[in-house]
C-alpha cells in the first residue's frame, strides 16, 4: 500500500530535478548573445554590482554635467587573475542598441582593461575581486540616455562576462507627481497609482504624443516597469498624465524580507543554522519563512530589494567577505503546475533564473532554493512567474497592501526631430510614504 505514494513523489522529484536542469541550460546556451539588460553570462562570476560611487546602495544613474562618477565591481570565483576589458554601449528608451557610432557618444578610449583587482583574504571561497569607475579620463560619456556597460574577456568581444545598465540624465523639463492608493474600486485596497505631470517650460518640444517616451519603475526593478504612457491632457506648457483605469498603477505588495549574515559565526534574527559542510563550504539556513498572502500590512524598514556587502568581524568586505549557500524555504501544500516560484531581489538582478528559481521539496512540503550569496545584508521576497509571462507577481505570497513603502522612478526620453536616439531629459524619484 506505500508503494504508489512513493514511486509518485520519486517521478515527481525526477521531474522537478529534470526540469531544474533544463532551466539552468536555458540560463547558460549561446553565451556569446549579448542581452541588453543585468546579465551575467558564466557561472565563475558573482556579486556584481553598479552604483554612483559614493554611496552602495544608490541607482546606476549620472546627472549630465556633474563630476559623478560610477563603480562596477564583480567577484571572479575562478580566483587568479584574468584579462577583463569593458565598454559602453548606448541604447534607446526600450532598452535596445542604437544606431550611434561609438565615437558619436564616448570620448576618448572606446574600451579599457579593468586592471584594479584583490585576491581575497582568509576565506573559504577562493575569488578575486574586480572594480572599474566610470567615466574616467580614458572614457568619457558625450551623450545622454540609457547605456549599458559590457565586460569581455581576453579582448574578445564574443566572450561575454557580464552586461549591467546605466542611464545618463539631465533634467531638462520638470516632472511633479505624487504617489497614492488606488483610485479604482478594485485597486483601492492593494495598488498605488503614480500621478504626474511634465512640465516643459521653454523647452522645444513640439509633438510629444509622438516625440516623448515615459517609462515607470518600481524599485529599480524592470520586468513590471510600464512603458508606452501618453499624456492625458495637454494644457500650455504642461502634459498630465493621470488617468482612469490602471496604466499608471502597480502592485503595492508588501515590505521585503530581510536576512542579515554579516557575520555566521552568531545567528541573526531569520538565521536558523551556519555550518561548514564535508566539503569546508559555508551554509546558511534561514528560518522557515511564513506565507504572508492574507495577513495584516505591518510597517517594516527596509531597502526596497537591495542588499550590502559587509562583514562584521573584519575590515575589508570586498575580500574578506565569505560566500555562503543560503537555503530559502517557505511551505506550500501542493506545486504550483502553471509557473514557477522564484527568489526575488536585487540579489538575482531583478531577473528570475535558474538560480533563484525554486523547486518543490515534497518531504518538506514546501518550496526551496539555495543561493550562494557573499557575506553582508540582503532584502528579498518570494515571486511567481506563470508560464508565458514576462512580469512576475509578489501578491502571492507576499500580499498586496496599498500602505507598502516603495520607490518609484519616472523616466522622460525624448527624441528630437533631425535625431535618431533618445535623450534622457527628465528623471523623477518618488516614494510612497515620503511626499
Known amino acids: 500500500m506505500k508503494l504508489k505514494p512513493l514511486i509518485f513523489i520519486t517521478l515527481s522529484i525526477l521531474a522537478q530535478i529534470?526540469?531544474?536542469?533544463?532551466?539552468?541550460?536555458?540560463?547558460?546556451?549561446?553565451?556569446?548573445?549579448?542581452r541588453y539588460q543585468d546579465w551575467v553570462y558564466?557561472?565563475?562570476?558573482?556579486?556584481?554590482?553598479?552604483?554612483?560611487?559614493?554611496?552602495?546602495?544608490?541607482?546606476p544613474l549620472l546627472e549630465w554635467g556633474t563630476e559623478q562618477q560610477l563603480e562596477l565591481s564583480f567577484d571572479d570565483l575562478d580566483a587568479g587573475s584574468k584579462q577583463y576589458t569593458y565598454t559602453l554601449v548606448h541604447c534607446?528608451?526600450?532598452?535596445?542598441?542604437?544606431?550611434?557610432?561609438?565615437?558619436?557618444?564616448?570620448?576618448?578610449?572606446?574600451?579599457?582593461n579593468i586592471s584594479n583587482y584583490n585576491y581575497s583574504f582568509n576565506t573559504l571561497q577562493k575569488y578575486t575581486h574586480y572594480k572599474v569607475v566610470f567615466p574616467n579620463?580614458?572614457?568619457?560619456?558625450?551623450?545622454?540616455?540609457n547605456y549599458i556597460v559590457k565586460v569581455y574577456q581576453d579582448s574578445d568581444k564574443e566572450n561575454l562576462v557580464l552586461t549591467k545598465r546605466f542611464m545618463v540624465f539631465q533634467n531638462l523639463i520638470t516632472i511633479v507627481g505624487n504617489v497614492h492608493q488606488g483610485a479604482a474600486a478594485d485597486d483601492y485596497f492593494n495598488k498605488q497609482e503614480v500621478d504626474f505631470s511634465i512640465l516643459f517650460g521653454g523647452y522645444n518640444l513640439t509633438n510629444p504624443f509622438a516625440?516623448?517616451?515615459?517609462?515607470?519603475?518600481?524599485?529599480?526593478?524592470?520586468?513590471?516597469?510600464?512603458?508606452?504612457?501618453?499624456?492625458?491632457?495637454?494644457?500650455?506648457k504642461e502634459l498630465t498624465y493621470d488617468y482612469d483605469d490602471n496604466s499608471n498603477t502597480f502592485e503595492g505588495g508588501n515590505e521585503f524580507r530581510n536576512f542579515d549574515m554579516k557575520s555566521i559565526r552568531f545567528l541573526s534574527q531569520f538565521l536558523k543554522a551556519a555550518y561548514k559542510d564535508s566539503n569546508n563550504v559555508n551554509h546558511v539556513d534561514l528560518l522557515t519563512d511564513e506565507l504572508k498572502t492574507y495577513k495584516?500590512?505591518?510597517?517594516?524598514?527596509?531597502?526596497?530589494?537591495?542588499?550590502l556587502v559587509k562583514i562584521q568581524e573584519?575590515?575589508?568586505?570586498?575580500?574578506?567577505?565569505?560566500?555562503?549557500?543560503?537555503?530559502?524555504?517557505?511551505?506550500?501544500?501542493?506545486p504550483m503546475h502553471n509557473g514557477n516560484f522564484y527568489v526575488m531581489g536585487k540579489l538575482s538582478d531583478w531577473r528570475m533564473n535558474k538560480e533563484n528559481r525554486m523547486i518543490y521539496n515534497y518531504k518538506r512540503m514546501g518550496y526551496e532554493c539555495n543561493i550562494y550569496l557573499k557575506q553582508g545584508y540582503y532584502n528579498y521576497e518570494y515571486v511567481f512567474l506563470e508560464d508565458g509571462k514576462t512580469a512576475a507577481d509578489e501578491t502571492l505570497i507576499e500580499g498586496k497592501h496599498w500602505e507598502t513603502e516603495?520607490?518609484?522612478?519616472?523616466y522622460v526620453y525624448h527624441r528630437a526631430q533631425g535625431t535618431y536616439y533618445d535623450q534622457l531629459i527628465g528623471l523623477k524619484r518618488m516614494n510612497s510614504m515620503r511626499k
Open 211 to 236: 516625440d516623448l517616451k515615459v517609462v515607470i519603475a518600481q524599485n529599480n526593478r524592470w520586468d513590471n516597469a510600464l512603458y508606452g504612457l501618453k499624456p492625458m491632457f495637454v494644457k500650455d
Open 296 to 307: 495584516r500590512y505591518t510597517q517594516v524598514q527596509d531597502i526596497n530589494g537591495g542588499y
Open 406 to 410: 516603495n520607490e518609484y522612478t519616472i
Open 42 to 59: 558564466k557561472r565563475n562570476i558573482k556579486t556584481v554590482q553598479l552604483h554612483e560611487i559614493s554611496w552602495e546602495l544608490s541607482a
Open 314 to 334: 573584519r575590515d575589508n568586505s570586498e575580500i574578506e567577505a565569505d560566500y555562503c549557500m543560503v537555503n530559502f524555504f517557505f511551505p506550500y501544500d501542493n
Open 137 to 145: 579620463n580614458s572614457m568619457k560619456i558625450t551623450k545622454k540616455g
Open 18 to 34: 529534470t526540469l531544474h536542469g533544463q532551466s539552468g541550460k536555458d540560463d547558460y546556451v549561446n553565451d556569446n548573445y549579448i
Open 92 to 112: 534607446d528608451a526600450a532598452w535596445n542598441p542604437t544606431d550611434l557610432m561609438q565615437a558619436e557618444y564616448l570620448g576618448g578610449y572606446f574600451e579599457d
